[in-house]
């Protein structure tokens, strides 16, 4: 069965710093999707990153990108030069390709707090 | 601007009342989604449709049925709410068959039942 794994309920970061969220994934699917979204207190989901379990180069967005280690099943989300206003959930998902798109199974979410 | 509205964003409701959750998406998506959140639990999927009139039962689908009459519109029923429906409602629409970022969220139900 498929599974997403996010270790940390919550972490703290200092504001300007870097800051990794982790996830781990289960899956016996060959072609997969995976997601990052952000979900601030207000309740939307906010789509950050998506990388393709075919995709060889990790996914960038700005101040987001993806560390895809596929062997090890991890795709940990790092965020740069962290600011306030990236206190929120955050939740890894994932998809596969064989089913529709939105058919996500998501982990149980981090929730981040950036110190000023 | 691609959109999913959820008409309701706050219900209050009784125990034993019939509830309906409206999703409408304006991107032509054949398939839609009800999610529901609960803190420590992260999402989960209710119920999902690929086309008018289909429907599959997602994770949870215990208490809970659905509509899709037209394919822009996507509705959640609780035949009769319980207290342990008490939760946060997200519906999603997708585009089939296609990779990355196709898939849309609305901005949530925060559903009470007393």
């Known amino acids: 069965a498929q599974k997403i794994t996010q270790t940390q309920p919550g972490m703290f970061v200092q504001e300007k710093e870097a800051v990794t969220l982790d996830c781990t994934y289960d899956?016996?699917?060959?072609?997969?999707?995976l997601f990052w979204y952000k979900q601030p207190s207000s309740g939307e989901m906010i789509f950050l990153i998506y990388?393709?379990?075919?995709?060889?180069q990790n996914a960038t967005e700005g101040r987001y990108s993806l560390n895809f280690q596929k062997a090890r099943k991890s795709a940990n989300l790092v965020i740069s030069a962290s600011q306030l206003g990236d206190s929120a959930m955050y939740f890894c998902?994932?998809?596969?390709?064989?089913?529709?798109?939105?058919?996500?199974?998501f982990g149980k979410g981090t929730k981040l707090s950036v110190k000023p | 601007d691609v959109k999913v509205t959820q008409s309701s964003r706050y219900l209050v409701k009784r125990t034993g009342e019939k509830v309906f959750l409206e999703c409408v998406q304006d991107?032509?998506?054949?398939?839609m989604f009800w999610y529901r959140q609960d803190p420590g639990l992260g999402l989960r999927l209710i119920y999902f449709?690929?086309?008018?009139?289909?429907?599959e039962k997602g994770d949870i689908p215990e208490g809970y049925s659905v509509s899709r009459e037209k394919k822009e519109r996507f509705s959640l029923i609780l035949e009769s709410a319980s207290t342990n429906q008490t939760s946060m409602y997200l519906c999603?629409?997708?585009?089939?068959?296609?990779?990355?970022?196709?898939?849309?969220f609305g901005e949530g139900s925060w559903l009470t039942v007393v």
């Open positions: 999603a629409s997708s585009l089939f068959g296609a990779k990355g970022n196709t898939i849309y």
């Open positions: 899956t016996s699917d060959q072609s997969y999707g």
């Open positions: 990388q393709g379990s075919y995709d060889e």
């Open positions: 998902a994932m998809s596969h390709y064989g089913g529709s798109q939105g058919n996500l199974i």
């Open positions: 991107m032509d998506h054949e398939n």
């Open positions: 449709s690929y086309d008018v009139k289909m429907k």
